[in-house]
C-alpha cells in the first residue's frame, strides 16, 4: 500500500463478512501517533446495542521512533540489502531520504 499525499496520516477500510470499518492513523500536533478502529455491522452482540466497537491506541514522540526503528528492523534484519531496500520504499512511498554513497 502507497501511503499518497497525506500529509499528517492516512485511513484503511477493511471489511469481514457482516463487519466492516476502518483504522486511522495520524499524527498528532506534537509529533506523536494516534491509531484509532472503528468496526461496525453486525455481530453476536448487536442484541445488546453492542454492534459498535471504538479502540485507540496513542504513542508519544519517543515512542514513534523507537516504532519505527522496531518496525525497520523487522523488516530488514539479516538482509544483505537492507539499506537499498529501504530506499526503494522510502522512494516508492514519496517519503524524502538522504542517500549518501562514499568508497
Not at 2 to 20: I, P, Q, S
Not at 51 to 64: C, T, W
Not at 87 to 96: P, T
Request: proline share 3%; with cysteine.
Amino acid at each position: 500500500m502507497r501511503l499518497g499525499d497525506e500529509r499528517t496520516g492516512a485511513n484503511v477500510w477493511f471489511a469481514d463478512g457482516a463487519r466492516y470499518g476502518r483504522v486511522d492513523v495520524r499524527f498528532a500536533p506534537d509529533g506523536g501517533l494516534e491509531v484509532r478502529r472503528h468496526e461496525m455491522g453486525a455481530s453476536d452482540r448487536a442484541a445488546w446495542g453492542e454492534d459498535d466497537h471504538e479502540a485507540s491506541l496513542r504513542l508519544s514522540p519517543p515512542a514513534v521512533a523507537r516504532l519505527a526503528l522496531a518496525l525497520l528492523m523487522e523488516r530488514y534484519a539479516g538482509r544483505s540489502d537492507a539499506l537499498e531496500a529501504l530506499k526503494e520504499f522510502c522512494e516508492a512511498q514519496a517519503i524524502a531520504a538522504d542517500h549518501d554513497v562514499w568508497t
